[in-house]
């Protein structure tokens, strides 16, 4: 089976974890791998920790992460991350890399559920080629996989057994509301 979440709104990566979630209450093991992301002070970090699910990130991370994790500060929206993230220099090394540990997790056979957390941005830029992304669910047909991201490749859609626009209708974002610690990171 196969799941994509996407579109301009928030709760693609909140869908995927909630899905996760319950196939982890039923005692499937589950793995989460984000590209070009990388932080550490977000809340599926340390929610997913907490149950013994892994989520490995392959991306540049905030410099200031240890202070918006504890609270001290918050998310400036000055895009640095973002920035280096697309950066081909550093970001093509990243998805390799979380390719090749993904087909080497796929064919060790130790995961029921794989989520692919912002994919989207890797196949919209070329780090990873629509071709790599149906090998790696091809040999691992038996698995539950589900793909986040804004802009997913329609591409990639007749392959897709589920597929989810999350759009925006209304947030407190446009009232000036700063993001929420347990709700929005």
């Not at 989520?115 to 919209?124: C, P, T, V």
Request: proline share 3%.
């Amino acid at each position: 089976m196969i799941t994509v979440y996407t579109g301009q709104g928030k709760g693609k990566t909140t869908s995927a974890i909630g899905e996760a979630l319950l196939a982890y209450s039923e005692g499937k093991s589950i793995l989460m791998v984000q590209f070009l992301k990388g932080s550490t002070y977000s809340g599926e970090l340390v929610g997913l920790s907490r149950l013994g699910i892994p989520l490995l990130q392959f991306g540049v991370g905030c410099r200031w992460s240890g202070m918006i994790r504890t609270g001290l500060k918050h998310c400036s929206g000055c895009g640095e991350c973002f920035r280096q993230n697309r950066d081909p220099e550093i970001a093509l090394d990243l998805v390799t890399m979380a390719y090749e540990f993904l087909l080497t997790e796929v064919r060790g056979n130790t995961y029921q559920v794989i989520i692919l957390d912002e994919i989207s941005h890797a196949l919209n830029r070329g780090f990873l080629k629509i071709d790599q992304l149906r090998e790696l669910l091809v040999t691992g047909s038996s698995l539950s996989w589900i793909l986040t991201g804004r802009g997913m490749p329609e591409a990639i859609k007749p392959w897709v057994d589920s597929w989810w626009d999350l759009n925006l209708l209304k947030h407190p974002f446009s009232k000036g509301v700063h993001s929420r610690r347990g709700i929005e990171y």
